[in-house]
């Protein structure tokens, strides 16, 4: 196996080219799922190959509690400088753990304080919050009080409002539905731990950052009827929400680079069909971003699973 084993720690570094191509070439919905999938895999994989590169490493110290004989010489020679990788994986297995478990407690902290914060607030699906702030957030379904499921709802401010034509009003209440119909709060929070697991997967979290907006722009667009409304709605969101602190709800709101957006609505609609054919050269840059992420994906999974196999063998039955 030799070096091979390493594959799921580095392999992320392609991440970078891929997200690029993707998010250039794919249409946003089909970009946002492959995205995630593609850094919840790399991330379990590196973890994976963490976990068992301190095995290999430290099954040899005396006094550990693993099988004698994962610490024979075959098994050492799988994994490269094995007492080495061993001990810097420890702490960094343990950074790994710590910054997900912060990262999903946040989280949830965040969602639940939300969700107290509008549970006594009227209406049914939008609740219009007395704020000098301008800001608007979709608070995700979940919880429960009095024995029902509680749905997601949107929280927008009268400043917001105050700003905004009823053309406009209408985008922005199209664009949070969207969010909270197609769930993009549980791809953020994927990418957010990917990133965490793996440093190297940062850029697939800004590009699901980016592609989870242009998602619910296209759906508030065609739920409106208007690009240009929706586009006029962002930008004026964006300029009116300036002074808003950028942690408001860290674990809610997402806003993406705002010209690239409004560029993009003052464009032409993306082809509804996920795949763009492969004769064209936007085709082809999408499938090779996609053979890329796969390929990326199935060999770090590969090398997690082969060291996992050769412990596998040598555990006695």
Known sequence: MGFFVFLPLVLPLTAWPVARLAESHLHPRT????????????????TLCLGL???????????????????DPEVRSAVPHDGVAGR???PALAAVTTACALSLRRHRRVVRAARRALYGLRGSSVAVLPDDTAYAYAVPGGGRRTGERRPGRIAVTTALLSGLTSAERRALFAHERAHLAARHHRHLLAVRLAARANPFLRPLRTAVLYTAERWADEEAAGAVGDRRTVARAIGKAALLSGGAPATTLPALTTSGPVPRRVAALLSPAPAQRDWPSAFTSAGLAAWGAAA??????????????????????????
């Open 88 to 90: 810097l994986a420890i």
């Open 31 to 46: 970009a946002t799922r492959l995205l995630t999938a593609v850094a919840v895999v790399m991330a379990v994989c590196s």
């Open 53 to 71: 590169l301190m095995v290999v490493g430290t099954a040899q110290l005396p006094g550990n509690p693993l099988p004698d004989a994962w610490s």
């Open 292 to 317: 890329g992420a796969v390929a990326s994906a199935m060999s770090s999974a590969n090398s997690a699973v082969s060291l996992f196999l050769v412990l596998w063998t040598a555990t006695p039955l």
